[in-house]
């Protein structure tokens, strides 16, 4: 075709005309990154390190807070760095890819907590055979089930 446009880029209209606003809207999506990132490392560095705490739930737990760290990451950068210089443009590529990602990320999270449900349910309802349903292999195979089935 002759008479033909190619999309290579979106606009972002929503970020402010002032610098006080930018520097502001930057200053808050920093801080609440760094606290995110902050805290969910917390939890991975204590649920890992104390050996009481190497049961499922906190298995399961510590791998919510690698995926919520993951999740973060996808777009809050990226808003930092388009916040602050005012660029309004983003590629297709860009795009697509973090919406991929941020679709994967909360899929993933659903059945994460799917499963952390059924685990207390397990742990409450049958608690004599919790140890032989939630064992350690099982929990990493639907770890990983969870993981793969998100990129279908």
């Given at each position: 075709?002759?008479?033909?446009?190619?999309v290579i880029e979106f606009?972002?209209?929503?970020?402010?005309?002032?610098?006080?606003?930018?520097?502001?809207?930057?200053?808050?999506?920093?801080?609440?990154?760094?606290?995110?990132?902050?805290?969910?490392?917390?939890?991975?560095?204590?649920?890992?390190?104390?050996?009481?705490?190497?049961?499922?739930?906190?298995?399961?737990?510590?791998?919510?807070?690698?995926?919520?760290?993951?999740?973060?990451?996808?777009?809050?950068?990226?808003?930092?760095?388009?916040?602050?210089?005012?660029?309004?443009?983003?590629?297709?590529?860009?795009?697509?890819?973090?919406?991929?990602?941020?679709?994967?990320?909360?899929?993933?999270?659903?059945?994460?907590?799917?499963?952390?449900?059924?685990?207390?349910?397990?742990?409450?309802?049958?608690?004599?055979?919790?140890?032989?349903?939630?064992?350690?292999?099982?929990?990493?195979?639907?770890?990983?089930?969870?993981?793969?089935?998100?990129?279908v």
């Open positions: 075709m002759a008479n033909s446009t190619m606009l972002l209209l929503s970020f402010p005309d002032g610098w006080n606003m930018r520097v502001f809207y930057f200053t808050l999506f920093i801080v609440t990154y760094l606290g995110t990132m902050l805290g969910n490392l917390l939890i991975i560095t204590v649920t890992t390190a104390d050996q009481n705490l190497h049961t499922p739930k906190y298995f399961f737990l510590r791998n919510l807070s690698i995926l919520d760290m993951c999740y973060i990451s996808i777009t809050v950068p990226n808003a930092c760095v388009n916040s602050l210089p005012g660029n309004q443009v983003i590629s297709v590529g860009s795009c697509a890819t973090q919406i991929f990602l941020d679709i994967f990320c909360a899929y993933v999270e659903i059945i994460f907590l799917t499963i952390m449900a059924w685990d207390r349910y397990v742990a409450i309802c049958q608690p004599l055979q919790y140890p032989i349903i939630m064992n350690p292999q099982f929990c990493v195979h639907i770890t990983l089930a969870s993981l793969l089935s998100g990129l």
